[in-house]
């Protein structure tokens, strides 16, 4: 079992549990316990919402702390072809696989099945959908990059151009 279906089992049985501690058997009819035990699980789902919603992200200054630092890092451009070879440029030993690609070219980053990946595009749209791709594919380690490329040229970080 993997470490999301523990947490969300965990917090059913917590769930149940209060509902339990709120039941009393002399004053409350069986019917009670559920009602009791729907509402406590009612309260908890926007807070697993978005704890199981919520990817991985690292910022623009982390992501550069990686790209110096962890060797295993893998960055994926997802923007176009052209966006990724043009002006401004992409950033230095990221591999290029547009969106509209990565599901057809998925084998060629199995390597990296647990090993980090980063994910970047132009803001972070496209990433979060690559993001949700890699999971359901079983990558363990998917990050989306925060601001995207936009944000990266704004800081003023270095880029390689192909020419």
């Not at 496209?126 to 995207?148: D, E, I, P, Q």
Request: glycine residues 6%; hydrophobic residues 45%.
């Amino acid at each position: 079992m993997n470490n999301k279906a523990i947490q969300i089992v965990i917090l059913i049985l917590l769930t149940v549990m209060v509902g339990l501690a709120f039941y009393n058997r002399e004053h409350l009819p069986a019917l009670s316990l559920v009602a009791i035990t729907a509402f406590t699980l009612a309260l908890f789902i926007p807070v697993m919402m978005a704890q199981f919603g919520r990817g991985r992200t690292l910022s623009i200054d982390a992501l550069q702390q990686e790209l110096e630092n962890n060797k295993e890092l893998l960055l994926v451009d997802l923007r176009s072809e052209s966006d990724y070879q043009g002006e401004p440029g992409h950033i230095d030993g990221a591999i290029n696989i547009p969106l509209e690609r990565l599901q057809d070219q998925l084998s060629a980053l199995d390597s990296h099945l647990d090993k980090p990946v980063a994910l970047i595009c132009s803001g972070e749209r496209h990433s979060k959908k690559a993001a949700h791709l890699l999971k359901r594919k079983g990558f363990s380690l998917v990050y989306v990059v925060k601001g995207g490329m936009q944000k990266w040229i704004n800081r003023g970080f270095p880029l390689a151009l192909n020419r």
